[in-house]
């Protein structure tokens, strides 16, 4: 019989699996949908793709660093709930994801589910993930990751927080080698995953944000009638004022150092390259929060178990 899109059509709507899988099971079954649906069904596809709707906003972010601290990946891979994210078997699979994202060239998540699997090159990455879903029974995904990776003389510093809740990467640059570079690395890190700064430096600021901004708190100073007789000058200082104080929250140099609150991050650097003796620069960071901006299903266990009861 032959493929058509209406078979096609048919099948996905059984399944629930992509086009294409239902397409390569038709033709593998000759257009027969029961013979098509037993393939997905054993292939672990239809299992998947069927799950691939539910929110998955828990999971982990895991590392990979090398010995030397001169490349290193962050991942982030959800999954639906926070007893799958303990599961010693998910945590493996994660932690693989990770060693692949290391050796990867793939610039984008989409280019790296593409890849062939390291560790079974005769499934991609998309692939096995797929399996994984069915055999761990839950919604995963692969959501985001960053490679780093030294082209000049430095460490790349790492944090994971709280089992995988949170990481933190910190690339440094210094032409000497010394622990203490080390350790002020592993600092920021932790104070980066406290505090959140969105930025390295003042410089690194949106200048289309930074205007917004001052639009909105010049409006809102003016229209506040304590300010009524103040003049335009005492406004203005008053809007850079409030800028500067967001400056100090936003951008990591410029933040309090929180392990020492009478130097800024800026000045802790400063005083950790005159102890080495050699220039100390921050060159970037990312950090991952599990879930971040993902909206959770917010569930009604009682009501779950109440619909149960009556059958």
């Known amino acids: 019989m032959a493929v058509t899109p209406a078979l096609i059509k048919e099948l996905r709507e059984l399944t629930g699996s992509g086009m294409s899988d239902c397409k390569k099971a038709l033709e593998e079954t000759g257009g027969d949908i029961k013979k098509a649906v037993e393939f997905l069904r054993e292939k672990g596809l239809a299992a998947a793709e069927k799950k691939s709707g539910r929110i998955a906003a828990e999971g982990v972010v895991a590392l990979e660093v090398v010995p030397d601290f001169s490349k290193a990946a962050m991942v982030e891979v959800n999954s639906e709930t926070d007893f799958v994210a303990i599961n010693p078997d998910f945590k493996a699979y994660v932690a693989d994801v990770a060693a692949q994202v290391l050796t990867s060239t793939a610039p984008d998540t ?172 921050l060159v970037r960071f990312a950090c991952f929060e599990r879930g971040a901006g993902i909206e959770k299903k917010q569930e009604d266990f009682a009501e779950e178990v109440a619909k149960a009861m009556q059958g």
């Not at 761990?136 to 959501?143: A, D, P, S, T, V």
């Not at 000497?176 to 592993?186: F, Q, T």
């Not at 003042?202 to 300010?227: C, F, G, H, S, T």
């Not at 929250?249 to 005159?274: F, N």
């Open 110 to 281: 989409e280019a790296f589910l593409a890849e062939k699997w390291a560790k079974d090159e005769s499934q991609t990455v998309q692939e096995f993930l797929k399996g994984k879903i069915a055999t761990i029974g839950e919604n995963l995904n692969i959501r985001r990751f960053v490679r780093y990776e030294k082209t000049t003389p430095g460490v790349i510093s790492s944090y994971v927080h709280g089992g995988g809740k949170i990481g933190v990467l910190l690339e440094i640059d210094c032409e000497k080698d010394s622990d203490v570079v080390k350790e002020m690395g592993y600092n920021l890190c932790m104070q980066i995953a406290a505090l959140f700064p969105k930025y390295l430096r003042v410089e690194d600021v949106d200048q289309e944000y930074l205007e917004a901004e001052r639009k909105i708190l010049d409006a809102a100073a003016k229209n506040d009638p304590a300010n009524a007789s103040k003049p335009a000058q005492v406004i203005e200082k008053m809007v850079e004022g409030r800028i500067n104080k967001q400056m100090k929250e936003i951008c990591l140099l410029e933040q309090e150092y929180v392990k020492d609150t009478q130097m800024t991050v800026k000045a802790y650097v400063d005083s950790v390259a005159k102890e080495v003796g050699a220039p100390v620069t």
